[in-house]
């Protein structure tokens, strides 16, 4: 049953939704799946939210010891903080912009548990001159990062330019039932 549910909470939205319908001033400026919209809100009255990439994934192992769990959404494992995860269990990982560093090799020297070949698609203007919002494609996912343009200029990427996408960290949400209870794995 279709239900219409009104939030300010990005993280609520984040956690609940199928389809979205962002508002300014009483206008729909976007409107579609949660990740279409976040990742595509670089372009969009959606810059002033979240921007980033939201997946749906399944927790495909955990490590105690350093309190991360491995989620694989599309064919990618990414190692993230455990959130309370089950082995089996179905999540949305948010990857925000901001969360993603750039190289031009798949480096171990940094702290960033997660390196992904990937295109640049797109080089886009941030809210700061200074930034730029990059979008990646890396297999079937796509991924958009906050990046200095002098970084980019240092390295010399452009679109067309492989690149990887170093991601240290993201938002594990828990994916939610039309009961409003946590999805079964």
Not at 11 to 22: G, N, P, S, Y
Not at 37 to 66: E, K, N, Q, W, Y
Not at 70 to 92: E, F, K, M, Q, Y
Not at 158 to 181: E, H, K
């Amino acid at each position: 049953m279709p239900m219409l549910y009104v939030t300010h909470s990005a993280e609520e939205m984040l956690r609940l939704a199928d389809h979205l319908v962002l508002l300014r001033q009483g206008r729909v400026t976007a409107q579609g799946p949660p990740a279409e919209v976040l990742i595509c809100g670089h372009g969009s009255a959606a810059a002033d939210g979240p921007i980033g990439a939201l997946f749906d994934g399944h927790v495909t192992a955990l490590d105690r010891d350093f309190g991360l769990c491995s989620v694989n959404i599309g064919g990618i494992d990414l190692w993230l903080p455990d959130a309370g995860s089950a082995i089996g269990s179905s999540v949305r990982v948010l990857v925000s912009a901001d969360q993603i560093s750039l190289s031009r090799s798949p480096s171990r020297d940094g702290a960033a548990l997660n390196a992904l070949s990937c295109s640049i698609t797109g080089i886009a203007d941030d809210r700061h001159p200074a930034l730029a919002l990059v979008s990646l494609s890396c297999g079937q996912q796509m991924l958009v990062a906050r990046v200095a343009r002098r970084a980019l200029a240092d390295l010399g990427l452009r679109i067309n330019s492989p690149a990887w996408a170093q991601v240290d960290r993201a938002t594990i949400l828990p994916v939610y039932s039309a009961t409003g209870a946590a999805a079964p794995p």
